[in-house]
Each structure stands twice: as structure tokens, then as C-alpha cells.
């Protein structure tokens, strides 16, 4: 373990994400030795909080995840300091810079900066071109911007804020956060194609029957209802998370190690993305809204905290996304993904077909990659753990052990401070996912729903087998 030196600036400090997230990961890594002397950790936020307040909210989130000794979390909060602020007032910049420059002197954190915008969206380019202009930037160590999701809600915004951070920070030092690529299963996927021949020679059209993507949650909205009422699920899950991972399984060259290479071929794929008609959208795309569960218990999505009594924003999406290239076309990838289903579960799940036999592999074999670290397997065939299947199809590359396997944020956090962008979104990756994604909100936004049409903990409208049905297939996963 390399100790790496920063200073952090949290915009969003006091916030949600940087307690639930951040804090706790910046905390491992301090136990594991990537943070230890030179780094500092400043939030910033509206709210006029002293150092030992900040401290002691820190402390207290940590206690939610941790049981270590108070004394080592409070020698980790000494590392954390607190500058209230607004975000159009340039005199806070002033503060924040100069208050930067004192820590990296204190704490030896090598003029690095990491610029972290954890608010509120439509803050993010006001933000970035502060910085900017108010020359927090250093010259001697690195500047990067880190931006959380959501990048956007539709095309038009996304190329707004991304034309206002590019005034500010060149591309290569932009790190626009997906945290499902921080996964170590969604890591892991090109590592498994890389590492074995025969299965990377049999993922595409010619031995692929159909790909499934499921990102199921048994949770419902719960207090972000006003911000879910701007996206949906096809905003929240669809265009970022679901796209990323089919990413990983279906661009090409899965050996190749450099970001630019592997980007590039990520924008292939998404460049090829069939479009989609309206009529298309309307026979190909399902959406559902939750009710409430049988038994009253649960609320339903129109009567969350937030949320209008009229609301048609979608909890559920099923959909089949088609690619135009030699190696996919004609291979449906059938995704899906809502709140308040059965259980929650992220799993790829690639339906081959009886051309497969020619590879010496049983037809109509069913690979499952479970994306949940919380398994202790995470390849199925056919329903069974790999290792006792008698299939030499997949061997997995390492011990399958998640115990030790790091946390998303804190995976994401070390590729920052290392400057590896591998795991981050590019800009074109975005347009083209957000062109996409516009189609169908387009056509939805035309229609009015029938909603809510899914019972709370159960799979989704019915519309969502029929979808497959129609093409002979079906849903590998069903409760
Ligand atoms: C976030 C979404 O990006 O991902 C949430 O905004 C969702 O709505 C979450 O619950 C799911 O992430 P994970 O890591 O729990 O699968």
C-alpha cells in the first residue's frame, strides 16, 4: 500500500452521500494505510458548523459502520475541517483556497487537490467555474473534479453542465461518478471474458440467444421522493447503472488495459445503439409504478413523502435494448429494474443458444454473473455455483472471496487519488446513452399511464413477461 496525499474539498459536506458514503470509505481507507499523514478533508456547506461539530458528525456516522476503538476515529477526524459556504459567493472561494493552501502546508498533501461535488446538481457548474476563476486550482500538483450523479436528466442539461465544467477542468481531469463501476463484480466482468477463451468466443450473436440485465430493489423511494419524482427508474438506473454494465459485458476487447482503448470501445458499442421509433418505444419498453403491497402494509409510490397524489413517474422499466454491429445485432438485451420487487438483486444473466454445442458446451446454457458482493458465489451456469458444475466453461480468475473486497466509493476514491479514470463515465459515453434514453421518456411523456399497475414486492406489471414471451424467450430471474 502506497500512502497517497490530497486535500479533499467536499462541496456537500454536511450532506447525505458524504456521511453515508464518503466518510466511511475515506475511513478504510485510512485503516488500510492509502490515507495516513498527508491528506486533509475539508467540507464545505450553507451551514455555519465549526471543525469540532463537523468532527463529532463524522465520528457519529462512522459508528454506524464501524466498531472500532473512538480513539482511532478521532485521530482520522483530526484530519477534518469545516469552511461554511455559499456557491455563488466568490469571497467563500477565496476562504477555501486559502484555507486548502494552509492544510497542504500542515499535512504535506503535495499541492494535490480533489474537488468533490456532493450537492445538488444544478450546483455542479457554478461550483466548477468558481474554482476555476477564483484559482483555487494548484500548479504543481493534480485538480480533479469529481462529479456524482445524476450528470443531467435528459441530453439538452447534460451538455449544459458538461459545456460548464469543461470551461473549467479539461476532460482528463474530470471523474464523472457511476458507482456501479466501482463494483468489484462489474470489475471483475472483462477480467472473466479476458481469462477465458471460450467464453469470450461465444458472446455474440452467433451462440448468444439473449442477454438480461435485472437490477431489482426491495426498497421503495424512501425519503428521496422529491428528487425521484425528477428521474424515474429510467433515469436513475437505466441510462447510468444498467448501460455501464452492459458495457462490460458487451463492448469489445475485454484484454485491453488502457482507459482510452477501453473507452473508446465502450463509446463503439453505445454509438450503436438502435434507435428507437416511437412506435418502438411503445411495443419494446414497459413501465410500471408501484401500489401499495396486499396486505396495506406498504406505502404506495403516490402516496410517498414528496411525491404528487397524481405522479406518473415510473418505479418499474422492463425493455429491450438492441445494438447494430457485427457482433450483437439480432441479439435482444432485455433489461430491467425497479423499487419494491421481491428482493434485491443485480445479475446479468446470458442465454445462449443450441449453436454452443459446437463449442463442446451443453445448448441452451444459462451463465448468471451475480453483481452483489454479499454472495458468496458469483457465477452461476445454469443455476448452479460454477465450481460444482461439471461445465469447463468459466473459470473463475481469483479467489472468489468478497469478504476483503473493497466497497465501491472506496475503489472509486483510490483510482481518483492514482488518476485512473478506467471507472469513471466519459462525455460521449453519456451523449450517446442520453440520446437514447430521451426516446423513450419522449414517447412516455407523451401518454398518459395507467398507474399505479404493480403490486408493491412483486415483479413488476405483467407486461413485463409478455415483453419476452413475445419472442419466445423468457425471464431467467423470477421470484
Ligand atoms: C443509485 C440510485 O444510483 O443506486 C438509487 O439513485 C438506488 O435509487 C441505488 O437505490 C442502488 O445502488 P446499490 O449499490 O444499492 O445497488
Known amino acids: 500500500v502506497t500512502e497517497k496525499s ?4 467536499i462541496f456537500g459536506g454536511s450532506g447525505d452521500l458524504a456521511h453515508r458514503k464518503l466518510y466511511p470509505s475515506l475511513f478504510r ?3 488500510s494505510g492509502f490515507l495516513k499523514d498527508h491528506f486533509a478533508v475539508i467540507g464545505t456547506a450553507r451551514r455555519p458548523w465549526s471543525d469540532d461539530y463537523f468532527r463529532e458528525t463524522v465520528i457519529t456516522s462512522l459508528k454506524d459502520y464501524f466498531d472500532d476503538e473512538e480513539e482511532v476515529m478521532k485521530e482520522f477526524s483530526k484530519h477534518f475541517f469545516y469552511q461554511s459556504h455559499d456557491v455563488n459567493d466568490s469571497e ?9 493552501a494552509k492544510l497542504d502546508d500542515q499535512f504535506k498533501a503535495g499541492h494535490n487537490r480533489v474537488y468533490y461535488m456532493a450537492i445538488a446538481p444544478r450546483f455542479f457548474g457554478t461550483v466548477a467555474e468558481h474554482i476555476n476563476s477564483e484559482g483555487l486550482k494548484t500548479a504543481d500538483g493534480y485538480n480533479r473534479l469529481v462529479i456524482e450523479k445524476p450528470f443531467g436528466r435528459d441530453l439538452d442539461s447534460a451538455c449544459e ?8 477542468f479539461p476532460e482528463d481531469d474530470i471523474y464523472r461518478i457511476d458507482h456501479y463501476l466501482g463494483k468489484k463484480m462489474v470489475q471483475d466482468i472483462p477480467v472473466i471474458r479476458a481469462q477465458n477463451d471460450k467464453f469470450e468466443e461465444a458472446l455474440n450473436n452467433k451462440y448468444v440467444s439473449n442477454i438480461q440485465v435485472t437490477l431489482a430493489e426491495s426498497i421503495g423511494v424512501e425519503d428521496r421522493g422529491g428528487y425521484y419524482e425528477t428521474a424515474g427508474v429510467l433515469r436513475d438506473m437505466v441510462q447510468n447503472h444498467i448501460m455501464q454494465i452492459i458495457g462490460a459485458i458487451a463492448s469489445i476487447d475485454p484484454k485491453a488495459k488502457d482507459a482510452k482503448v477501453i473507452h473508446k470501445n465502450k463509446c463503439d458499442l453505445f454509438g450503436s445503439l438502435k434507435d428507437l421509433t416511437p412506435e418502438q418505444v411503445d411495443t419494446n419498453f414497459v413501465r ?3 401500489d401499495t403491497d396486499n396486505l396495506d402494509d406498504e406505502k404506495a409510490y403516490r402516496q410517498e413523502d414528496n411525491v404528487a ?5 415510473e418505479t418499474f422499466t422492463a425493455g429491450k435494448i438492441e445494438f447494430e454491429n457485427d457482433r450483437w445485432s439480432g441479439v435482444p438485451f432485455y433489461i430491467r429494474s425497479g423499487k419494491r420487487m421481491p428482493d434485491k438483486s443485480s445479475r446479468i444473466d446470458i442465454v445462449f443458444n ?6 463442446g458446451i451443453k445448448a441452451n446454457t444459462v451463465v448468471t454473473l451475480l453483481i452483489e458482493r454479499t454472495n458468496d458465489h458469483s457465477i452461476l451456469i445454469n443455476g448452479i455455483d460454477y465450481k460444482e458444475s461439471a461445465q469447463d466453461f468459466i473459470k473463475f480468475p481469483e479467489e472468489k472471496d468478497f469478504v476483503g473486497a473493497r466497497e465501491a466509493y472506496e475503489s472509486l476514491i483510490i483510482d481518483i487519488l492514482s488518476g485512473n479514470r478506467v471507472n469513471f463515465t466519459l462525455w460521449d459515453e453519456l451523449r450517446s446513452t442520453w440520446t437514447y434514453i430521451d426516446a423513450i421518456r419522449e414517447r412516455w411523456d407523451s ?5 399505479p399497475n404493480y403490486v408493491s414486492g412483486t415483479m413488476g406489471p405483467d407486461a413485463a413477461e409478455m415483453l419476452l414471451e413475445r419472442n419466445g424467450d423468457s425471464w431467467v430471474w423470477d421470484d
Open 29 to 31: 481507507l485510512y485503516k
Open 354 to 359: 443450441d449453436n454452443v454445442t459446437d463449442l
Open 309 to 313: 397524489e397524481d405522479s406518473n413517474i
Open 161 to 168: 453542465l458538461n459545456g460548464n465544467i469543461s470551461k473549467a
Open 447 to 451: 401518454q398518459t399511464p395507467d398507474f
Open 6 to 9: 490530497a486535500i479533499f474539498i
Open 92 to 100: 467563500h472561494y477565496i476562504a477555501l483556497k486559502n484555507l486548502a
Open 288 to 290: 410500471g409504478q408501484y
